[in-house]
């Protein structure tokens, strides 16, 4: 018989090097549930930040971005949220 011990943890980190920035961060409850983000902005300033959750519901994503040609967008459970202008050419 195998016993799954679910056991807590908590990590993060942070990179700059003076072109563009990243991170993680993510948390477990000891329960099998995980939160947590990820990100980077590159040298122009454009940005994607996403948010998450996965847990007995399934995983859930939040995006958060400005790059160019990306619109808002709800596609299965993730949600886009974009100030990227949207669109192609």
Known sequence: MLCQLWQPYKFGYQVLDGYST???EEKSNGLGGVK???GYTDAW????QVHYVADKYGFRAKVLTNEPGTANQQPAAVRMISS???GHG
Not at 45 to 48: A, D, E, I, S, T
């Open 36 to 38: 947590g983000s990820y």
């Open 84 to 86: 990227g202008g949207g």
């Open 22 to 24: 990243q991170h993680r």
């Open 45 to 48: 300033g454009h940005f994607r």
